[in-house]
Nanobody, 117 residues
Framework: QLQASGGGLVQAGGSLRLSCAVSGRTFSTYAMGWFRQAPGKEREFVTRITWSTGSTYYADSVKGRFTISRDNAKNTVYLQMNSLKPEDTAVYYC????????????WGQGTQVTVSS
């Protein structure tokens, strides 16, 4: 199971850190991703990290502002979001997929991030 937390209301230019706690199984052979969905828009990919190697990949829209990381001991993936913009407002979801697969098969509940201008 994946449990996302850490969302909230922040002013533009501010920061938030989201957490995704993993329980119930081992995701060491998986990649962990963050997605977001804004009102009236389709869900979009934000970033991912390979659990075993720590390699990361970011959407262009967040590159240089967001950082994904993982804590193996805590079975938790983090999304540090800096220099937030109003357009970052969305429900953020964490998800997991087999590293070699295309589909994210495991999803957590969303956490709301609202950035005010």
């Amino acid at each position: 199971q994946l449990q996302a937390s850490g969302g909230g209301l922040v002013q533009a230019g501010g920061s938030l850190r989201l957490s995704c706690a993993v329980s119930g199984r081992t995701f060491s052979t998986y990649a962990m991703g963050w997605f977001r969905q804004a009102p009236g828009k389709e869900r979009e990919f934000v970033t991912r990290i390979t659990w075993s190697t720590g390699s990361t990949y970011y959407a262009d829209s967040v590159k240089g502002r967001f950082t994904i990381s993982r804590d193996n001991a805590k079975n938790t993936v983090y999304l540090q979001m800096n220099s937030l913009k109003p357009e970052d407002t969305a429900v953020y979801y964490c998800a997991a997929k087999i590293v070699t697969g295309d589909e994210y098969a495991h999803w957590g509940q969303g956490t709301q991030v609202t950035v005010s201008s």
